[in-house]
Nanobody, 126 residues
Framework: EVQLVESGGGFVQAGGSLRLTCATSGFAFADYVIGWFRQVPGKERGVVSC????????YYIDSVKGRFTISSDNAKNMVYLQMDNLKPEDTAVYYC???????????????????WGRGTQVTVTS
């Protein structure tokens, strides 16, 4: 069974940094794509960044390029999202998602991915 548990959220002032961690179990990184998504009240959950070990590929939405870095540690079964120079508009609940490679044509899990964590709140104050 695939399990994902996020941690590392919190309150931070604009310009500050946080590192989110997604602890994973139940699958091999080589067989899955893993992504970070975020959601604010009243809006749909959207992708932020993804990683595919099989394709040696990462993806970022334009608004976080140069500020966020996704990485993985295969030995620890962890995926990280280093978030620097945070802005108030980054405030959201951040979710980790994983999907088998054969179910997606990109390096990102689809929005209807089968495996999600419960999320961690990130709040950036101005």
């Amino acid at each position: 069974e695939v399990q994902l548990v996020e941690s590392g959220g919190g309150f931070v002032q604009a310009g500050g940094s946080l590192r989110l961690t997604c602890a994973t179990s139940g699958f091999a990184f080589a067989d899955y794509v893993i992504g970070w998504f975020r959601q604010v009240p009243g809006k749909e959950r959207g992708v932020v960044s993804c990683i595919s070990e099989a394709d040696d590929d990462t993806y970022y939405i334009d608004s976080v390029k140069g500020r966020f870095t996704i990485s993985s540690d295969n030995a620890k079964n962890m995926v990280y999202l280093q978030m620097d120079n945070l802005k108030p508009e980054d405030t959201a609940v951040y979710y980790c998602a994983a999907e088998a490679i054969y179910r997606t044509r990109t390096s990102c899990p689809p929005t209807d991915a089968r495996s999600w964590g419960r999320g961690t709140q990130v709040t950036v104050t101005s």
